[in-house]
């Protein structure tokens, strides 16, 4: 069995993560997931959080925030294909911030049930982002 894994962290616009690592982490829709080489092979949704991934001989890991999207795991190769994907030291909490207001802001005067919800899922998105942000100064 290999002891390694291949990992793909990629979003609409861009691949932010295409390597080998030896262990990967990120929120399922379930709940928190691990995933070591020969995990079982699976397909879920994930919800907006923080996928870290551990390189064989590195000291700490590689953080990619994600607004959801979908895992596909085979036993030595991971996909993680983001709707919103950013590398955590690329995220930025005043502009996080100001979307926020915005959006809440947009949300007050929203004249459709379905424009509501959209902005309703972009403050949640906007609130676990800010939370990670938080999470990661400490």
Do not use: C, W, Y
């Not at 990992?7 to 690592?21: Q, R, Y």
């Not at 079982?40 to 996928?51: A, E, M, S, W, Y």
């Not at 998105?125 to 400490?138: C, D, G, H, S």
């Amino acid at each position: 069995m290999s002891k390694k894994l291949k990992v793909d962290v990629v979003n609409a616009e861009e691949s932010l993560f295409s390597g080998e690592a030896e262990f990967v982490a990120l929120p399922g829709i379930e709940g928190e997931l691990g995933i070591l080489p020969g995990h079982t092979p699976l397909i879920t949704l994930i919800r907006p959080g923080l996928v870290r991934i551990r390189k064989e001989g590195q000291e700490g890991e590689d953080e990619f925030f994600v607004a959801g999207g979908v895992l596909e795991v085979q036993p030595n190769n991971v996909i993680v294909l983001a709707d919103v994907a950013i590398r955590s030291k690329d995220l930025d909490e005043a502009k996080a911030k100001e979307a926020m207001d915005r959006a809440k802001e947009a949300a007050k005067n929203a004249s459709s049930q379905i424009e509501v919800a959209k902005l309703e899922a972009e403050i949640s998105m906007l609130a676990e982002q800010l939370r990670i942000l938080q999470k990661l100064k400490r």
